[in-house]
């Protein structure tokens, strides 16, 4: 997200080789672009023409529809202060201007693996949260039936669920395929 043409294509170019690049130049744009694609990895100068990357980056963090875009944001601002405003609220980098190409690269891939691992722990996380809240308390026999069951969370994005749920006079059992296959 650049507002200067020239700098937007300078960066574009650079990363060219490694990275699929959609180069937009307003906040408004950045959000759009944001929803219509995949974006793994937002940079953005602090410093546009209807905003600032910072408005940008609190409101992709705040938006709870997506998991957090990993952000990192180009200034010629050398505020310390700045700095660690933008880190508080949860900026990968504020990098300063000019940026050399090899070191524009170098944070986005230390971001893009800070941010696939942090969604493989809260993942993880999830995945044997759930399986903990599903399976605790299945009983042995309800009415005339007796419950087998296996309990084994091999990874997030599969497998099937049990719920039961006691009721006065009837019990149910709800059984849940996860991922919808």
Known sequence: VEDEGALAKMYAMALADNFKT?????IEDALEAIEENNIDVVVADYH??????RT?????ESDLRRLPIPFIL??????RELQRQMLEIGVEVALQKPVSNADLEDHIRLALRRS??????????FGAASGRLLSQNIPLEVGNFEIGMQTVVADLGSGDAMLYLPGVGRDRIILMDVMGH
Do not use: K, P, Q, W
Not at 22 to 26: A, Y
Not at 48 to 53: A, K, Q, V
Not at 74 to 79: E, P, Q
């Open 22 to 26: 959609l180069v937009v130049d307003t």
């Open 48 to 53: 546009l023409s209807d905003g600032t990357g």
């Open 56 to 60: 940008l980056a609190m409101t992709l």
């Open 74 to 79: 180009i200034t010629g601002d050398n505020s």
């Open 116 to 125: 696939e691992r942090r969604r493989a722990s809260h993942f993880r996380h």
